[in-house]
Each structure stands twice: as C-alpha cells, then as structure tokens.
C-alpha cells in the first residue's frame, strides 16, 4: 500500500490545522453558551463570541438607544453576571476566546478576567483576541464611541496591559474585514490595515508603558483579521502582500530583529457582503472557495477561519446552518491531504507578479496616508471614509450594470424553487421579542442586589485613571467585580473622554459617463426636476439609521445616488432615535424618509418612526425601508404604513430611485396641505451633506 494511503489527519507530517470556530451569539448569555457548548462537542476549537450592538456601543440593555437591539447581531453583556452565564462550564484556561469588540473592548476583557479569577485561573493561562481596532468603526462599521486619541490611548493600555499579565493574548485584531465589506479594493484593505497597526504601535511606543527591551513582544502580539473575497487569485496574493509588507514594516519601521514577532498572524471570515439573497444555496459554494483563499497557501495561511453559514443575507442562521460551515472546514483540515505540502504557490510567476503590484499599490496608498500625518489624521480628514465610499459606489455600478457578474442576481436568474427556503421551512433562526425584556429584567435585579458602595467607588477610580492618563485595565478589572454594569463603565469614560460622530464620506460622485447607466440617470434626474416643480421647491430626503446599527455603507450609496440624481439628501450618519428622526424630518421639511436598518431591529424602530410621524400630523410623508428583512417581516412593515421595502436582491439603485421620486410625486398636493405649525422651515434650508 503506498504511503498517499496510509497518511492519517493524526500524522506527524502533517500541519497543524487553523483554529476551527464558528462566529456566534444571540438572545441573552445562557441561550449562547448553550450553543457554544453545541459546537464545541461537534468539534469547533475555539470560541468567537459576537456582542450585541448596545453592548458593542457602551449601553446598557434598558437605554433608550438599545430598545429593539438587544440579543439581535450577538449576545448582551450589561455585567459580570452575564460574563459569567456566558462561560459556563467552560474552562477558561483551556480556551482560545476571540471577542468582536471594539470601542469596549477593555471593558469586555476585564469582565472576561474577572470570571477567569473567579473560576481560579491565572491571567496567564488566559489566550484569546480582543478586536480593539477603533480606527475601522470609524470607517465601516460605526461602533466607536470616543474620539480617535484616548480611543487610541485605551487600545494603549489594553497592549501594555497584556503583554505584561496575559502573555498568550492578542490586545488587538487589526480589522480589515470590514473595509472590505465597505468597498476597500485590495490595496486600500491592505494600506488601511497597515496603517493602523502602525498608528496603534507607535501610540504605544510612544506611551512609555512598555520597555524598549520589551517592545518586540508588543509587535509579536499584534495580530490582523481580513476578509476573503470571491476574487480567488487575488485574495491569495493580498494574504502573501499582507505577509510580506507587515515583515518589512516590523524590521524597517520598529527595528524587530526576530522573525517570529514579525509574522503576520491573522484570522479570517469569509466575505459575507458577497451572499446572496437570490438562490442562496449558491452560497455553499462562494464561502468554499473563498476560504481555500486563505488556506492553501502555506506560507499565509490563517491561523484561524471562522466561516458564515449560507442564509447569512436572508437572517440569523440556525445550529445547523453552522454546522454546514464548520463541518466545510473540517473536511478541508482532515479530509485532504493540504496540510501535508509546502507552500503550493513559491516560485509562480503570476502570483509573484501579482503580489508585487499590490505591494507597489499599498506602498503608495501608505505614504499618502503617512504625507497626511497617519490614520487618525486621515480618519479625522475624511479622506480614508471617502475613499471607500467612493471605492463601494464603483462597485455597486458595475453590479447594477452587468460590468460584473454574479450568478442568481444579474446572471443566470432562472432557477428552480429552492428546498432550502421552501414556503413553510424555517429557514432561519429569529429571536424571540420576549429576550430582551428578560435581559432587562435580570439587569434591574443585579443593580438592586449590589453593593452600591462598591459600585460608586469602583468608577471614581475608574475616572480617576482616565482624566490622569494612567492605564484603565486594572481599575475596569475592579469595576467588573464590583458589579459595575457596561453602561455605566462606558458613561464614564464619555464622561471624561467626550464623544464622536464620524465624516460618513457621503459626497456628490458622478459615474460611467459612456455607458448605458447614463441614459437612465438623465431620465431620472428629468423626473426628480419635474417632481420638484409639482413641490414648489426641491425635493428632500432624509436618510436615516434608527438605533445601533452601524453598517451604513447602504444608507450611504443611497445618499450618493439620491445626490447624483438631484435630490437634496439629509444624512446626518448613525446612531438616531426615532424621535431624533422624525424630529429631523419635519425641521428639515423632508418629502420621503429611507431607513437602513440591518441589525434585525428594524420592526420595532420603523414603528416608532411611522408613529412618530402620524402624530405630529406628518403621515403624508412617505417611509421607506432597506435592510436584510425576512418576507414575514416585509408584510409587517406595510401593514404599519411603510410605502416600500428592499432588501439587497434590490441592487438596482436607479430604479429605487425612481420609485421614490415616484411617491413623493403621487403625494405632491399632500405636502402643502398638509404641513402644520410645528413643522417651521428650518432656518438653516440648505442641503446637508456630511
């Protein structure tokens, strides 16, 4: 028998395979811990935990911006207790924790300590990840909270932190997943990325909390979470880009002499922005290929991969639907025999000469950035928000326009009715309305049954340490087991700190001058004019995100187009109230409210907007809604007036549009007639874009 048939996954000539995890959580901490417990026992090795937006955001479960939020995107963390629930009977020594936690993020690591104190395991027996990459919120997922410097200063404190109590962690994943999810091209991903890893370690070189003797123990712990796209030779020669530039940097840059602090670590999730919602079985296939992006090359492959389940862009997927995902990667680590090669890809010279022009095109994207003072200037400027911004509304176009081809959405369209979504299948997991007033019914009863003594004396000390620039971890620690909650942590620190609304990068951009899309933006802005005639005065709209949800690249393509077609668009960003919106509309004197919602949030929210609306004598005013919504929940929404719904099958932004300007022109006689007292013009009546 030859030697290819006697190999087993338990060789030793074979690799150790990557961290195997699944990326979960939901409705409340013992509903998650019972499925992580789940995928532990069907053989994940290693633990991803996603937070619920209020907990990302610093809220407690009862703030009024939480309502609708909570336990939807991930699970809700207000205390120790909740911490505790969530780790139940799992060993905290023996685990490898990653946490997609950002502006938070020393909050969350102290909660997680403290339950590792409590379960009489040593900090130093602690491994895991802390997301910590604030400079990205800003950008393209919108979590932040503070203004970037003690932003910085608090993923500062978490390194020299670490590196001193909690060797085996990682203080900070710098996250280029999400730029990618906002449009980054390849070599935007790979210089945005590099460019606030280097802002975050010259922060703590700089800092003085760290020794220069020790400071290469800092770089060996900094580590990078990307993203894989369907792009597959691409994506491989960005990781070995990734590899080689973050190699140069650490030598040239920081001086760091070992070539095992200079090694690009990375986890990785597999693209989701690519799922479809039309024929999502396809789907299978898109994370199988975009995941060999980040295992087949040896010399970068990931350490970790946690890949998303099928129906991602129809809702929250169910065990099952991450079983699919986890058992993909089981067969690829011990089924096939890619662990047991060397890289495949060394010496190939398309992959060499696709590397070098990345290399070439992320060198100069870092100097510009560099030229502008580093990543917090050019976050600050608004040029790294409007360089995605304008990167996504290329792609959109050639999506909208057949330039780019995705089966099932503008290719190959007929299909066969689905099994996997049939009418009558529960084809994805929905939260149950009741976890959230259970969640804030458990966190009234662990503030009633504190010491508030200890409560107040934990955040006086906490505050202390901010306004005097000490490091804030031991302090938080002293927080978490006082029983202080997230909310309160977080309101100090905002207290001391102030904080932030970032440049949405939200600018007038005209594209495809020779193409067929020209002809369809003439004609629409000939309609948005008429429109505008009937109204007396140039159409409005206002562009809104209700509640936490900070995934705003949708509201801001919309923005864009609504500004390229003549439109006068009111975007002010994320994070509103309902009553700030309709308070907005009716100041600004808005002809159409959109709403982008894509946090599961959007019944409740969307209610409270149509309301609020009615009530102030504005229901002429049309609202609509755009977001990843289940078909029940589409019924839902029209049944409490929303003029229109879409969802990402709706690529075509022209013909939404339209639609809109549509509305607003069957309704033109309403707007006169009906606008009552307290809806004043505002003073200020010029277009605001932001």
């Not at 990840?129 to 200063?153: C, H, M, V």
């Not at 009615?614 to 229901?619: H, I, K, L, P, S």
Request: aromatic residues 6%; negative net charge; hydrophobic residues 40%.
């Amino acid at each position: 028998m030859s030697s290819e048939r006697t190999r087993t996954a338990t060789s030793p000539e074979r690799d150790r395979p990557w961290l195997i995890r699944t990326y979960a959580g939901h409705s409340s901490a013992s509903a998650s811990n019972a499925l992580y417990r789940q995928n532990l026992a069907k053989g994940q090795t290693g633990l991803s935990v996603a937070f619920d937006l209020p907990t990302q955001t610093g809220y407690d479960s009862d703030h009024v911006l939480a309502r609708g939020e909570v336990g939807k995107v991930g699970v809700p963390v207000s205390h120790l207790g909740d911490m505790e629930t969530l780790f139940d009977g799992i060993p905290l020594d023996k685990m490898n924790t990653s946490m997609t936690i950002n502006a938070p993020a020393a909050w969350l690591l102290a909660l997680y300590i403290a339950v590792a104190e409590k379960q009489g395991v040593k900090r130093a027996d602690l491994q895991g990840t802390t997301q910590n990459d604030i400079i990205k919120e800003y950008l393209s997922r919108g979590t932040y909270i503070f203004p970037p410097a003690p932003s910085l200063k608090l993923i500062t404190d978490v390194a020299a932190f670490t590196y001193r109590e909690i060797p085996k962690w990682n203080p900070m994943n710098v996250c280029s997943y999400h730029l990618q999810e906002a449009g980054a091209t390849p070599e935007q991903e790979l210089a945005f990325a590099l460019a606030t890893a280097v802002a975050v370690l010259d922060a703590v070189r700089s800092s003085g909390q760290v020794p220069d003797d020790d400071f290469a123990k800092v770089v060996g712990r900094i580590s990078f979470f990307v993203n894989a796209g369907i792009r597959f030779v691409t994506e491989i020669c960005k990781m070995r880009a990734f590899c080689e530039l973050w190699d140069e940097i650490t030598r040239d840059r920081y001086g760091i002499a070992d070539e095992k602090y200079r090694r690009f670590r990375y986890g990785v999730q597999v693209n989701s922005l690519g799922l479809t919602e039309q024929q999502p079985e396809n789907n299978v296939y898109r994370i199988l290929i975009e995941m060999l992006a980040v295992v087949l090359s040896k010399n970068a492959r990931a350490r970790a991969v946690q890949l998303p389940a099928w129906n991602e862009a129809l809702g929250l997927p169910r065990p099952w639907d991450q079983q699919w995902s986890l058992r993909l990667q089981q067969i690829m680590a011990y089924e096939t025999d890619l662990l047991e090669y060397e890289d495949l890809f060394d010496g190939n010279p398309s992959i060499e000469r696709k590397v070098a022009t990345l290399k070439e095109g992320a060198r100069a994207e870092l100097s510009k950035i560099d030229a502008m003072g580093g990543a917090i200037a050019a976050v600050d400027s608004g040029y790294m928000k409007g360089e995605l911004v304008r990167a996504n509304a290329k792609r959109l176009f050639d999506i909208e326009n057949g330039i780019t081809r995705i089966v099932g959405v503008n290719a190959y369209v007929e299909t066969e009715p689905s099994p996997l979504t049939a009418e009558g299948i529960q084809s994805i997991m929905t939260v149950d309305d009741m976890a959230e007033q259970d969640q804030i019914a458990k966190l009234v009863q662990w503030r009633a049954e504190r010491n508030d003594d200890a409560v107040k004396q934990s955040l006086e000390n906490l505050a202390s340490a901010a306004r005097t620039g000490d490091n804030i971890m031991e302090p938080s620690i002293a927080c978490a087991h006082a029983g202080v909650t997230t909310g309160e942590w977080s309101q100090v620190l905002r207290d001391v700190f102030g904080e932030y609304r970032a440049p949405t990068g939200v600018t007038s951009l005209v594209l495809g001058e020779d193409d067929g899309a020209d002809e369809k933006m003439t004609d629409l802005r000939g309609k948005v004019d008429a429109v505008s005639q009937k109204l007396g005065t140039r159409m409005k709209m206002l562009v809104g995100k209700p509640g936490l949800d900070g995934h705003s690249n949708g509201a801001e393509q919309i923005a864009m187009k609504a500004t390229e077609a003549g439109i006068d668009v009111l975007y002010d960003g994320i994070r509103w109230t309902p009553d700030d919106l309709v308070q907005n509309a009716l100041k600004r004197k808005a002809h159409i409210v959109g709403l982008s919602i894509l946090s599961g949030s959007h019944v409740a929210l969307v209610r409270d907007v149509v309301r609020g609306l009615r009530d102030a004598g504005a229901g002429h005013i049309p609202v609509v809604v755009g977001g990843i919504i289940p078909e029940a929940d589409m019924l839902i929404l029209r049944q409490m007036g929303v003029a229109a719904v879409y969802t990402p099958k709706d690529y075509q932004l022209v013909g939404i549009m339209a639609d809109m300007v549509r509305m607003v022109g069957d309704r033109a006689g309403q707007y006169r007639s009906g606008q009552s007292a307290d809806q004043a013009p505002s003073t200020n009546d010029e277009v605001a874009i932001y």
